[in-house]
């Protein structure tokens, strides 16, 4: 499914309509000849019993009537006269529903969690453009939040004042093999990258799960691989061109300005809009990729070896099972070659159990009548999941049985793989998902300080004791430090290593109760992981991941805690320098980074 950022425009239905309007109002009463004017209910103590009961039973009958006839005409005008299709807004009301204005723009994150509305999206296709657009912003005080290709959880790039989007800016602007760098502008996507360097030679050192972010995006919040001799992608940076408010273009490397290239790299897109970005690169190789079932008690005695001797690992824990998924990835041996190995089960064989436990939960009577259910036979593993989960998502026992067969799967799927890296690192993270991933010190690799599997003991048996309907797969990846003081893993020593550790719940339904009531679940979940493990631990929420509380004292702790682990001050007086009219700014970055009292 290709993540990318929704954008929609608001169209003219084909065919014309008209709004109804029903209208109460109060107006006097006019005496009509012959009748007598309406009794009030209460009437003196010498009226007649009977006169009363009849005037009291009167009125009830005269408002019962005039509360049917309203529900009536309310229900002839809504289903007389059918809204267009682009009326019908999740966020519309009853009775409120209306066509979107032609130029109003609703952008949404990839997991539909965040979404806004605006009337202010620019998609310069050159610098020049970019420069005259944030010119005219930053004079008119308008703003223009930088948003990538949307995919953060936490929807960190959208604003409903303004945005702009570089997505027509993705051209390779230079290529050194000598260097084994590139010059890219900052909107293309990396996997349009790799593709446009592989005939040099070159890839990226590392990638993330997948493969759909604009280069801009993810240097910008810090994002990372897997590997814990590899720092988070924002170290793979050398330069930078930024298109600020106040400053104009300026370019910063580790030459130029290394203060601020330091912080820019991991910036937030506050200090300006990244245009362009040069990449250190790797020369292109096949690596193998091995996929193994273990346990925590044997991740205890090879934890260390597993850090030191692959070049890639994670763990993919599966809530309420022992079982842990260990990915390994290596380049392929040029003496050896890569291993022979024939797996002991067909893919077929591997999603058996997943296939029979959706035929004996899904009911066949809540099939749709046009009969358009898949066949589960075509369906991947994370699809099939996708559905299980869909049955039935905050029942524990149901859960329980998915992440069992989940099990089974991965105990069916150990094996080798063999391709390039961009091909064989990437993971197929499955449907629309709320997910919390929080940064942690994890040692050294030389002396691992084991803190990473108490952190995954713990929030287990956390689990387990509160009875959450947690999904698989809680993921645990290394990467080696960054020198980046915005970034969850910034560190000064060079041997340091972090542990990165996310928690799940899918959103495997369009159903907007359901998904209202996942979220709530999952926030529960969440808010139980902060309040029992994250101040033990030093963890620190991933920039895209972050999400700002609504109560206030929440947010002022969470203000506090940000300024005990990142240079707020010197963040923020970067932000009055480069963009003092806050134009790049967001409400998110605004609450997250209040000026302190002395600026």
């Known amino acids: 499914m290709l993540r990318s950022l929704s954008l929609r425009r608001s169209l003219h239905s084909l065919r014309p309509h008209h709004r109804h309007l029903i209208v109460l109002s109060s107006s006097s009463t006019v005496p009509r000849a012959g009748l007598d004017p309406i009794r009030p209910f209460c009437t003196e103590a010498a009226a007649p019993a009977a006169s009363t009961t009849s005037s009291s039973s009167s009125e009830v009958r005269k408002y019962m009537g005039y509360t049917a006839l309203v529900l009536f005409c309310g229900a002839a005008t809504y289903y007389s006269f059918p809204f267009p299709e682009n009326a019908k807004h999740k966020k519309a009301q009853l009775f409120r529903y209306a066509p979107l204005p032609e130029d109003l723009h609703t952008v949404s994150n990839w997991s539909g969690t965040h979404e806004v509305q605006t009337r202010v999206f620019h998609q310069p296709e050159s610098l020049a453009q970019l420069e005259e657009v944030v010119r005219e912003a930053n004079a008119k005080r308008a703003r223009i939040r930088p948003v990538g290709s949307g995919l953060s959880p936490n929807g960190i790039g959208l604003s409903r004042a303004g945005m702009v989007n570089l997505a027509l800016m993705d051209r390779v602007l230079e290529v050194d093999k000598e260097r084994k760098t590139v010059r890219v502008e900052a ?24 493969r759909e972010q604009q280069i801009g995006g993810i240097v910008q919040v810090g994002a990372h691989g897997t590997g814990a001799r590899l720092p988070p992608i924002d170290e793979q940076v050398t330069s930078m061109k930024l298109v600020t408010p106040a400053k104009g273009t300026i370019e910063v490397s580790k030459e130029k300005d290394p203060e601020l290239f330091y912080l820019a790299r991991c910036g937030l897109g506050a200090l300006g809009v990244v245009a362009e970005v040069t990449l250190q690169c790797v020369d292109r190789q096949e690596l193998v990729e091995h996929t193994s079932v273990s346990t925590m008690q044997e991740i205890k005695k090879n934890h260390k070896k597993l850090l030191s001797e ?9 809530p309420y099972t022992d079982t842990v998924v260990v990915v390994t990835c290596n380049p392929v041996s040029k003496w050896k070659g890569p291993p022979k190995f024939k797996p002991k089960y067909t893919v077929d064989e591997a999603l058996q159990h997943v296939r029979q436990l959706y035929q004996q939960k899904y009911r066949p009577e809540v099939k749709s009548s046009n009969n358009d259910e898949p066949d589960i036979n075509e369906l991947s593993f994370t699809e099939l999941r996708d559905k299980l989960l869909a049955l039935d998502p905050l ?43 929080t940064c942690f010190p ?108 609504k109560d206030n004292e929440e947010l002022v702790a969470l203000q506090a805690r940000l300024r005990k682990r990142f240079p707020v001050d010197a963040y923020n007086k970067a932000r009055r320098e480069l ?21």
């Open 395 to 437: 029942n524990k026992d149901h859960v329980i049985k998915v992440n069992q067969a989940e099990a089974e799967f991965w105990k069916k799927s150990e094996g080798y793989r063999e391709g390039w890296s961009d091909e064989i690192l990437g993971f197929d993270c499955g449907g629309q998902q709320w997910v919390s991933e």
């Open 579 to 599: 963009d003092p009219n806050k134009i790049l700014c967001n409400n998110k970055l605004e609450k997250l980074f209040p000026p302190s009292e002395s600026s």
């Open 442 to 549: 994890a040692g050294t690799l030389s002396k691992p300080s084991m803190k990473d599997l108490e952190y995954i003991e713990e929030l287990k048996r956390l689990i387990e004791k509160e009875d959450i309907p947690a999904p698989a797969p809680i993921e645990q990846r290394w990467t080696a430090c960054s020198k980046s003081p915005m970034s969850p893993a910034s560190s000064p020593a060079k041997d340091d290593i972090f542990s990165w550790v996310g928690i799940i719940m899918y959103l495997p339904t369009s159903d907007a109760r359901q998904r209202k009531e996942i979220t709530e679940e999952f926030f529960h979940y969440r808010r139980l992981t902060q309040e029992q493990l994250w101040d033990r631990y030093s963890a620190y929420e991933h920039w895209a991941k972050i999400e700002v509380p």
């Open 310 to 318: 692959n070049k890639h690992v994670k763990y993919l824990y599966i």
């Open 187 to 210: 909107g293309i996507r990396v996997q349009q990258l790799v593709d446009g360097i592989k005939e040099h030679g070159l890839t990226l050192q590392n990638f993330a799960s997948i």
